[in-house]
């Protein structure tokens, strides 16, 4: 069973801000059907509003990008959200939310999102 059978069906992730490696990511990303995307601009008027409206399960933004601090106020708004900073410069993730914040692989990424969500575990 690949990582597509294991997300729970309409999953939504966030992808915070415009850079290069954001886009990269959003292309792999969309090879899983099961997740839904959005590209959201953090100096938009609107971000807040769509990112609250749109109920995401996870939020992935640069770390190297000056929106982090975006993410940072967002996080604090919305204290239940995932939120996932990613850095082209490491092969590891940032993970920030209320309960934890530790350098993760992207498998671990995958298994969390499917427990936030109540999906299956990832194959081993």
């Known amino acids: 069973m690949g990582i597509e059978a294991a997300m729970v069906a ?3 992730l966030v992808l915070c801000g415009d ?25 938009a ?5 769509l990112i609250r409206s749109w109920n995401p399960c996870a939020l992935l933004f640069d770390l190297t990008a000056e929106q982090s601090d975006f993410a940072i106020t967002l996080l604090r708004q919305n204290p239940e959200l995932l939120m996932i900073g990613v850095d082209p410069g490491s092969t590891e993730l940032l993970l920030v ?3 934890s914040a530790r350098a993760l692989s992207v498998t671990e990424l995958f298994e969390i999102i499917n427990e936030e969500r109540g999906g299956n ?3 081993g």
């Not at 008027?45 to 509003?49: G, K, L, V």
């Open 10 to 12: 309409g999953s939504r």
């Open 19 to 43: 850079s290069v490696f954001l886009a990269g990511i959003k292309a792999e990303l969309e090879r899983l059907s099961a997740l839904e995307l959005i590209t959201v601009e953090p100096g």
């Open 121 to 123: 575990e990832m194959p």
């Open 97 to 99: 939310s209320s309960r």
């Open 45 to 49: 008027a609107d971000a807040t509003d």
